[in-house]
């Protein structure tokens, strides 16, 4: 545990969640709802600084002045950690991650971050986000995307999984009670693989790992390719700040049925073709009217 970046007692560790443009009710819903469960998680962790953006608040303007306060207040001891949430675009050059306003590119990550001092951990929960790799791509960063290119487009679930790996047991593979940025990865990139398969459907997400200052990042990360190691000592959870959700039953049965609505979601998007425009309009509205009370009830 002391080998991790958030271990030291005197650091502390800023955590950014922005829930970008959902497009559709359906995505507003489910960005908003995977941004509200991340600080649920992360609200006992110590040593912490959360803002979390949504909504009409989540612009270019606000991520960037949050992330020149965490310039101005981080040292280098620090940790500072991103998570985006939503849709992302790519034009053959750069990234761009889909907000109310002007869109923000991973020139304009990269550009904000590089004034930040502190250990960074971005995680790109979004399509086309493999295309920022080479930009954002640093020593003392840790970039992680759930796509491989900026070409796979489709909306992606790993956010999902990531989500997931703060909350269960299993992702913490050494048991030191410390989840790591590399452990986290490894958990959800399975999950997520393992979601398609299950399915019958073609992958059309790669989640990646990149923390050596290359321009491509790792499914596998390894000794080998060189990949993980930085990834392997930043803390992103200490599972001690999680005790309080683990125990409470209500809490654990109301996350349980919010991914089930989630993957009933996600099948009805996959049989639309097949459906009625009626029939499939009626029950993606059933079924959002049950994910915003089980949001509202995790919320209380």
Request: hydrophobic residues 40%; glycine residues 6%; charged residues 30%.
């Amino acid at each position: 545990m002391a080998a991790a970046f958030a271990a030291a007692a005197h650091a502390e560790t800023f955590y950014l969640t922005v829930a970008g443009l959902g497009g559709e009710q359906e995505y507003e819903q489910r960005f908003t709802g995977w941004a509200k469960e991340l600080e649920m998680i992360l609200k006992g962790e110590p040593n912490a600084k959360m803002e979390t953006l949504m909504g009409p608040q989540a612009t270019r303007a606000n991520i960037q002045a949050r992330l020149a306060d965490f310039a101005r207040q981080a040292k280098a001891d620090d940790n500072v950690v991103l998570f985006f949430i939503g849709h992302g675009g790519f034009d053959e050059a750069d990234y761009k991650f889909n907000v109310p306003g002007p869109d923000v590119s991973a020139a304009d990550l990269a550009s904000w971050l590089d004034k930040i001092p502190a250990h960074q951990l971005v995680v790109l929960m979004t399509s086309c986000s493999g295309g920022s790799i080479a930009t954002l791509a640093k020593a003392k960063r840790v970039v992680i995307t759930a796509t491989k290119s900026g070409t796979e487009r489709n909306a992606p679930v790993f956010a999902r999984f990531w989500i997931e790996a703060l909350r269960d047991p299993a992702a913490d593979t050494d048991k030191n009670e410390v989840i790591t940025a590399l452990e986290a990865f490894r958990y959800a990139e399975a999950k997520t693989a393992k979601y398609y398969e299950e399915a019958k459907r073609l992958a059309t997400e790669h989640p990646l790992l990149e923390d050596a200052g290359k321009s491509e990042g790792e499914r596998n990360p390894s000794v080998e390719n060189g990949e993980g190691l930085t990834a392997g000592r930043f803390a992103v959870l200490h599972t001690g700040s999680a005790v309080a959700l683990a125990r409470d039953p209500e809490k654990q049965k109301l996350l349980k049925a919010k991914e089930d609505i989630e993957l009933k979601i996600d099948d009805l998007k996959y049989r639309k073709a097949s459906m009625s425009i009626e029939d499939y309009r009626k029950q993606l509205s059933q079924l959002l009217v049950e994910l915003a009370k089980t949001q509202e009830a995790l919320d209380k």
